[in-house]
C-alpha cells in the first residue's frame, strides 16, 4: 500500500477543506453570530494539518486500484473529523466530539440526519458550514480534488471509479479530469439557478444557499426546525421540489441537454424509470392521504405527496408535513422509495434506480428460465445488453446492502430501540436520507440515540455515501494488510 501517496492527497484534501471553510467564516464576520473565533481556529489547525502532510509525504508511484478506494474512504472520515472542528471548539454539542463527527459525516454524506434539537439557535457560521458540507460532499470533494491532483502529477482513474456511483462510470471526456471538471461547472451552474429562484421566493442570500445546497446535494439540512414546511410557500415548494428531481438524475443526462441531445436524455431507461416510479408513487401517496379522513383537498395531497416522494426517492429528506401522520400504506411505501434512492451519477443515495432495473430484469429473465428451459435469453436494459460482470456487481451490491441494513437494524435493537425505529434509522442513514419513522420521523431527530450506536450510524452513512465497496476494502486491508496484495 502505497501510505505516502494516500497521506499526501488527504493533506491536499484538508486543504481544499480549510479553504471551504472560509466561506462560512465570512458570514459569521457578516452577522458577528459569536462563532468567528470558533471557524477560524478550525482553518487554521486544518490548514496546518493539510500543509504538513503536503510537504512531508512525496511519492512518484502510481495509484493502484485498491488504493484509491482507500484514498476515497479515508478523505471522507478525515473531512469529518476536522470538519467537526467548528462544531466542537464552539461547545455546541457540550464537547461530545462524537455528535460533532456525527452531525458533519451526516453533512458530507448528505445524509440530513442531524442530532441538532433546536435548529435555530444555532451560530450563523456554523449553520452555514453545516449546509456547506452537504454541498461539498454532494459532488463529492474527491471529485474536486481529481481536477487538481493532475496538476502535481498524480493519477486520478482511481479515484473516479471509487468516488462516483454506480455500477457503471459515465465519462463524458477521455480525461477523468476534464470529466470531473464539467460536472463541477454543472453543479454550480445549477446552485446559481436555484438560489436566484429562491431569493425570488422572498429567501435572503443566506437563506436561499443553505437550502440549494441541502436540494441539490439531496441533504435536507434547513435553517428551520420545521424544515420546508416553515416557509408555508406553495413557490419555495415546487423550486425544490425541481431541483431535487433534477439532482436525483444522472448528471451526465444535465450534459447531455445542455449539448441540445434531447433525445438521448428522454431515451435514457434509467430515467424513465425514475420518472415512472415518481409519478406512480405519487398518485398512490396523494390519494392515500386523501382517503385517510385527514382533511385535505386532492390537491393539497397532491402537493404533499408529491414533494415527499420526490425528497424521499431522491434521498433529500426535506419535508413539508408531517408524514408519520399518515396512513400506513403510505408510510410503508415511502420506506420502499428509500431503498430505490435517485439514478447512478446523481447526488442521491440508496442502492440507486439502475440497480432495481438490472436486479428486477434478472429475476424477470430467471423466471423465464425456469419456465423455457431449452430457450436462450439476453439479459437487456433498453438495447443495451448487461454484461456478465456488471450484473454480478450488481447482485453482489444489492446482497451486501441488504446484510449492511440488517446488521445495523439488529444492533439497533440489541441497543434496546424499538423495531420501527431500528428499521427507519438503518435504512434512513445507510441510504442517506435522514428522517425515517417513529422516533426518527419528519420531524424528530437522532439526539436520543447513545454514543455508541451514533457511532454506528455515522459508520452506517459512509457505507452508504461510498456504495459499501470503499469502505470494506479499506477494512479488509487494515485488518489483513499481510493477505492484501
Given at each position: 500500500?502505497?501510505w ?52 512531508i ?12 478506494f ?23 454539542f ?15 454524506t448528505?445524509t ?22 452537504h454541498?461539498?460532499g ?17 493519477s ?13 462510470k ?54 428551520l ?33 445542455i ?44 402537493r ?8 424521499i426517492?431522491?434521498t ?31 447526488t ?16 424477470i429473465?430467471?423466471?423465464?428460465k ?19 460482470h456488471v ?12 446484510m449492511?441494513?440488517?446488521?445495523i ?41 447513545d ?14 455515501r ?20
Amino acid at each position: 500500500m502505497n501510505w505516502k501517496a494516500i497521506l499526501k492527497i488527504q493533506g491536499i484534501l484538508l486543504i481544499i477543506l480549510s479553504v471551504s471553510m472560509c466561506l462560512p467564516l465570512a458570514f459569521s464576520i457578516y452577522y458577528a453570530s459569536g462563532d468567528t473565533a470558533d471557524i477560524a481556529l478550525s482553518i487554521g489547525l486544518t490548514l496546518a494539518v493539510g500543509l504538513s502532510f503536503t510537504l512531508i509525504f512525496h511519492s512518484d508511484k502510481p495509484l493502484r486500484t485498491r488504493e484509491g478506494f482507500v484514498i476515497v474512504s479515508l478523505g471522507w472520515i478525515s473531512a469529518a473529523l476536522f470538519g467537526a472542528l467548528p462544531f466542537f471548539f464552539h461547545g455546541l454539542f457540550d464537547g461530545n466530539f462524537i455528535d460533532c463527527v456525527f452531525e458533519t459525516m451526516s453533512g458530507f454524506t448528505t445524509t440530513g440526519a442531524t442530532v441538532l434539537t433546536n435548529i435555530e439557535l444555532v451560530p450563523k457560521g456554523l449553520l452555514f458550514w453545516r449546509s456547506l458540507t452537504h454541498w461539498l460532499g454532494g459532488m463529492g470533494i474527491i471529485l474536486l480534488a481529481i481536477i487538481i491532483l493532475p496538476v502535481l502529477g498524480l493519477s486520478t482513474t482511481q479515484l473516479f471509479r471509487a468516488e462516483v456511483p454506480g455500477p457503471t462510470k459515465e465519462k463524458i471526456s477521455p480525461k477523468i479530469k476534464n470529466t470531473a471538471m464539467i460536472l463541477w461547472l454543472i453543479y454550480l451552474g445549477l446552485t446559481i439557478l436555484e438560489t436566484t429562484l429562491l431569493m425570488f421566493g422572498g429567501m435572503d442570500l443566506y437563506t436561499a444557499l443553505c437550502h440549494t445546497f441541502g436540494t441539490l446535494a439531496t441533504g435536507g439540512f434547513s435553517t428551520l426546525n420545521a424544515s420546508i414546511a416553515g416557509f408555508n410557500s406553495l413557490y419555495i415548494e415546487m423550486v425544490i421540489l425541481v431541483f431535487m428531481f433534477l439532482a436525483g438524475t444522472n448528471f451526465v443526462l444535465h450534459f447531455y441537454l445542455i449539448q441540445g441531445r434531447l433525445g438521448d436524455f428522454i431515451r435514457n431507461r434509467e430515467w424513465r424509470f425514475y420518472v415512472g416510479i415518481i409519478l406512480v408513487s405519487t398518485i398512490f401517496v396523494a390519494v392515500s392521504i386523501y382517503l385517510s379522513g385527514a382533511g385535505y383537498n386532492f390537491w393539497t395531497s397532491l402537493r404533499y405527496a408529491s414533494f415527499q416522494v420526490v425528497s424521499i426517492t431522491t434521498t433529500t429528506g426535506f419535508v413539508t408535513a408531517n408524514f408519520e401522520l399518515w396512513p400506513a400504506f403510505t408510510k410503508i411505501l415511502l420506506v420502499m422509495l428509500m431503498f430505490a434512492g435517485g439514478c447512478a451519477g446523481s447526488t442521491g443515495g440508496g442502492m440507486k434506480q439502475i440497480r432495481i432495473m438490472i436486479g428486477a430484469k434478472f429475476v424477470i429473465e430467471e423466471i423465464k428460465k425456469l419456465t423455457y428451459p431449452n430457450a436462450v435469453f439476453s439479459l437487456k436494459i433498453g438495447k443495451e445488453k448487461i454484461e456478465e460482470h456488471v450484473l454480478k456487481n450488481v447482485i453482489a451490491f444489492i446482497i451486501l446492502f441488504i446484510m449492511m441494513f440488517a446488521f445495523i437494524n439488529l444492533f439497533l435493537t440489541f441497543r434496546g430501540y424499538d423495531i420501527v425505529t431500528s428499521f427507519a434509522a438503518s435504512i434512513a442513514t445507510l441510504s442517506n436520507i435522514g428522517p425515517g419513522l417513529a422516533r426518527i420521523g419528519a420531524i424528530e431527530n437522532y439526539a436520543f440515540f447513545d454514543n455508541i450506536s451514533k457511532v454506528v450510524l455515522t459508520f452506517s452513512m459512509l457505507l452508504g455515501r461510498l456504495e459499501l465497496y470503499s469502505v470494506l476494502i479499506l477494512l479488509h486491508y487494515l485488518f489483513n494488510p499481510k493477505k492484501t496484495h
